[in-house]
């Protein structure tokens, strides 16, 4: 079965520190692997997207990881701001077919 | 346009009633998607146009649900005889295999949702 975890679901953390958001999957045959943020109320935004021979990707302040041997992904938050406080969501899409496959996400709280 | 745009932001309607929501995707993306997020739920896949090719309805959740992309541009998701269950937020989607600048290529732009609440 294709599934997209996520964890935590929920974090909170003071404002400065670095954290990480995990994504375990079990999509098959696997194509790419997308992080998303999304604010309250708005649309998700596009962090970064991961293909197979990627094993890291940088933007800004976020580095995603990617291990597909394992299928796991993390997100890695360096110095953390208010405004990072947000849902990050992870999507795995198959090389076959137009299926996208979504986490419910990690709700990141960062606290002055 | 700048980005990819829906109306309404919020529409609330009677349980039973049908529901029209609009997506104009960005300016020469041939790809359009459309989803669904539930409370506490993650984003859920409905419906997936990619030029003129036959569109990819595999997340539609009911035959309740069905969707339009005229001339390749705007699109319109319709939920008839709406149920208390449709009530969510619907996310819609474009992106393109070509790079144009300021927009990469095969990410997929959101719009900022419809709100539905079926009462």
């Known amino acids: 079965k294709n599934q997209v975890e996520q964890s935590p679901q929920s974090l909170i953390i003071l404002e400065g520190k670095n954290c990480t958001l995990q994504c375990n999957y079990t999509v098959s045959p696997f194509s790419n692997l997308r992080w998303y943020k999304q604010d309250t109320g708005r649309g998700p935004v596009s962090l970064t997207i991961m293909t197979f021979s990627e094993n890291t990707k940088s933007n800004g302040r976020y580095t995603a990881t990617l291990d597909a041997d394992t299928k796991q992904s993390s997100l890695h938050i360096t110095a953390s701001q208010l405004s990072d406080s947000a849902s990050y969501i992870c999507?795995?899409?198959?090389?076959?077919?137009?299926?996208?496959?979504f986490g419910t996400g990690t709700s990141l709280t960062v606290i002055p | 346009g700048a980005g990819v745009s829906q109306s309404p932001s919020n529409k609330v309607t009677e349980k039973g009633k049908d529901v029209e929501l609009r997506c104009d995707p960005i300016s020469g993306h041939t790809a359009l998607y459309w989803y669904r997020q539930s409370l506490g739920q993650g984003l859920e896949f409905l419906i997936y146009f990619q030029g003129n090719s036959a569109p990819d309805k595999s997340g539609l959740p009911s035959d309740r649900f069905s969707a339009e992309r005229t001339g390749g541009s705007v699109s319109t998701l319709t939920i008839q005889r709406t149920q208390q269950e449709d009530s969510a937020v619907y996310l819609c989607a474009s992106s393109s295999s070509l790079a144009g600048l300021p927009f990469a290529k095969n990410i997929q732009y959101f719009g900022a949702g419809t709100r539905l609440s079926v009462l």
């Open positions: 999507v795995v899409s198959r090389s076959t077919g137009n299926q996208f496959y």
